[in-house]
């Protein structure tokens, strides 16, 4: 084989496993939430009927995004200027574990605001319906954050798409932090992130076995015919 045609065909060959590479990137994964109180981890929850729902959906990127609707309810409520709804996060930690932030998607003081406060709900019911929220990374480097701040977003999008880190999603309301006290803003409820389903891009080639084959197969071609050998 020429030297032209040796060229093309290694031109080709790095282009298409850039075009998997990318695919691979694109993965989005979704995971669902069912907040509700946790005694075991929060004890002054204990009685609470406020309840809620997430589904978070995460990129190998670390692009992370929150759909989420709660409902406070009885003797935690209701969601007024008095009693705010000031932070919503996703943690590190068990349903036994209270953990630092991962990501934060909202707040307001005395928690941080991650770009801007937490939608409030209708007044009448205290309730949120079909909130979008846009997740970054706790940077900061306080023991708060996970990782002291010192995880990128990609890196912790990766821990818990892995599987490595147990995450649960925690809403914090001004008379919670009050009822914590000096425990800290434990929340008011929360529930474990589960893995739903995953969504690859239309068209890539999602058996994995398949294409590590043909790379293995193409590369090994590839290295003989630039020794000199016959493709």
Not at 54 to 65: H, I
Not at 153 to 178: C, F, P, W
Not at 196 to 222: F, I, L, N, Q, V
């Amino acid at each position: 084989m020429n030297l032209f045609l040796k060229s093309a065909t290694l031109i080709a060959f790095l282009a298409t496993s850039s075009v998997h590479a990318s695919d691979r990137s694109e993965v989005t994964y979704y995971f669902d939430s069912m907040l509700a109180a946790d005694p075991a981890a929060v004890p002054t929850s204990a009685g609470s009927e406020s309840t809620g729902t997430g589904t978070v959906t995460v990129k190998n990127d670390g692009t992370v995004m929150m759909d989420i609707r709660w409902e406070i309810r009885g003797e935690d409520g209701p969601i007024n200027e008095d009693n705010a709804v000031v932070g919503i996060h996703i943690h590190t930690g068990d349903e036994y574990t209270n953990g630092p932030i991962v990501f934060g998607f909202c707040g307001q003081d005395p928690l941080p605001s991650f770009g801007g406060t937490c939608q409030q709900g209708w007044s009448y019911d205290s309730a949120q319906i079909a909130t979008k929220y846009a997740g970054k990374i706790c940077d900061k480097n306080v023991k708060d954050c996970y990782n002291y701040g010192q995880t990128s977003a990609r890196e912790a999008a990766q821990l818990l798409i892995d599987g490595r880190e147990d995450m649960y999603v925690n809403i914090h309301t001004t008379k919670s932090l009050a009822a914590n006290g000096k425990a800290g803003a434990l929340g008011l409820i929360r529930g474990q992130l589960r893995l739903k389903e995953e969504s690859r891009p239309a068209g890539s080639d999602e058996d994995e076995d398949e294409w590590s084959h043909m790379t293995s197969s193409t590369s090994r071609e590839m290295k003989t015919s630039l020794r000199g050998g016959n493709m």
